[in-house]
């Protein structure tokens, strides 16, 4: 199997601590996906190294720090990154216009920044305890995000068709394939589905990286059979 979908839409989220572990998904993923996903855990136990070694492994790299601090901050901490191989970089929309702002100049172009919108993990109660009213928050994001010169937004499927007809791209967490639970995750959806309602591409981490017994795995042959789970999950919505 060549992986060709997974190679198109997938972002692998590398959330684990164990660099041994870490350097066997690299390995597996990098040639296999769009880009695997740095996110704090992994960030804050191997730094720097983790995005040198997916670049040496031939992967794109996307970092996932869900940038939130005042616009200054943030222009100087995105200009330092943009030193690397970075491809991707996350700033929360919730920071405001003038932080967005300042992500996307800090970048010079060197790097794709994407707005966090609503975390998939928060209910509808907790979204409307915390922001308000869940589509006004979105379309007030959507406008900052394009008016602001984001790449993309982050966005739960369920939230999908809010920017279904912008030119930001759509990347969707919160994937679920076969039985595998919930987790801590609740807006999920399958990956058909995300894709079906305008995803470009999926962030999928657990539903790669757990074996039968939900542990993580660095198991090859439960690797390559979860991913081509997910490769013919993508490629019955490209048909
Ligand atoms: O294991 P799972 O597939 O649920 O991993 C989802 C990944 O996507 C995690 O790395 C998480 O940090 C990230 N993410 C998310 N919801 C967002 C943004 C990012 O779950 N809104």
Redesign the pocket.
Known sequence: MDFRWCREKVFF???CNDWETAKRWISFFSPRVRAV?V???AWFSFGIKAVEEIVKNGGKVFL?L?LHDIPRTVERTVSALSRNNVEFL?VHLSGGRRVLRAAVEGSKSRIKILG??????LSEEEIDSIYGHKYKVLERMKTVAIEEGAYGV???PHELHIFRCSRLVKVT????IRNVSL???RR?ASPLEALEKGADFI???????LDEESSLTTDMEVLKSNLAVLENNISRSRK
């Open positions: 989220a590398l959330d996903k996110g704090l855990e996932d869900k996350t966090v919108t609503l975390l998939t993990h982050i966005t739960s967490p919160g994937i679920r987790d801590d995750q999920v962030v999928v981490g657990r539903a790669l990286s």
